[in-house]
């Protein structure tokens, strides 16, 4: 009788976020599959597992799979982890989950963690629906093209991106979505966690200070989402107080903060324009 492949959610970044189920399937099974075993290693020696692992990466995967089937066929039980959250989620093991599946052996997921859902929980915004879109292509012109098919999405879109890209990634999403509010979270679960929600350009500023530090979750609001109600007018302090934020930045010139204020708002431009040069610079 084939085994039981477990896709088994491990901890993004506290190790006290385990459950007791995965830790019990982590002692049972007679192979852990990890997309890292040192980082694996580091989480069952916390907790005093002793159970063989092998490395099932994006790299090695496609040759990798057909031994672990093998051996599930065989009647042994493997666990499917990730470096942190939930396995195939924008992380290797989706070839091995289907081959399993083709082979009539049982899957089994064993729920926990995942960078996605802890940051939409804390967002503010809609989680009744979203789109998580993973990571955005790397080159700058198709990242472009990518999150444009997105402009007109109006649930919540969750990205994942990595340090080295974050600038530039903020900077693309400002020239597409325009100066959306975000989400931006760094670090979930460990000491230095950080989730901040400002305009896209805000956080493009704050980045470009302080430096990218650790893996990026963005939850953006979605086309209609987390807008303002028009029927709301901003006064004109709250109109230039806007206006300055998303200029002072040097992130977006003076004709697109005023086009940005003017949709958001649904005000007319030369409105915006006046309470702009009625107000001085705000001093906090």
Known sequence: MPGILYVVATPIGNLEDVTLRA?????EVDLIAA?????????????????????????????????IIARL????????????GTPVVSDPGADLVAAAHADHIK?????????????????????????FAG??????????????????????????EA????????????????????????ELTKLHE???????????????????RGEYTIVLSGAEAGQEDPKE????????REFWQLTESGCIERRAAIRELSKKYALPAKQIYSAVHRRPIPTD
């Open 23 to 27: 830790l019990r399937i982590l002692r």
């Open 35 to 67: 997309e890292d075993t040192r980082r694996t290693t580091r989480l069952l020696q916390h907790y005093s597992i002793t159970t063989p692992t092998t490395s099932l990466h994006q790299h090695n995967e496609h040759r990798r799979t057909p031994a």
């Open 73 to 84: 066929k065989a009647g042994e039980s493997v666990a499917l982890v990730t470096d942190a």
């Open 107 to 131: 899957v089994e997921p064993i729920p926990g963690p995942t960078a996605l859902t802890a940051a939409l929980s804390a967002s503010g915004f809609r989680a009744d629906q979203f789109v």
């Open 135 to 160: 990571f955005p292509p790397q080159r700058s012109s198709a990242r472009k093209r990518w999150l444009a098919a997105l402009t007109d999405e109006p649930r919540t879109l969750i990205f994942y």
């Open 163 to 186: 340090p080295h890209r974050i600038q530039q990634t903020l900077a693309d999403m400002l020239e597409v979505f325009g100066d959306r509010r975000a989400l931006l979270a760094r």
């Open 194 to 212: 950080e989730l901040v929600v400002n305009p896209i350009s805000m956080h493009l500023a704050g980045v470009a200070v302080a430096g990218p």
């Open 233 to 240: 007018v901003p006064g004109e302090e709250q109109l230039a």
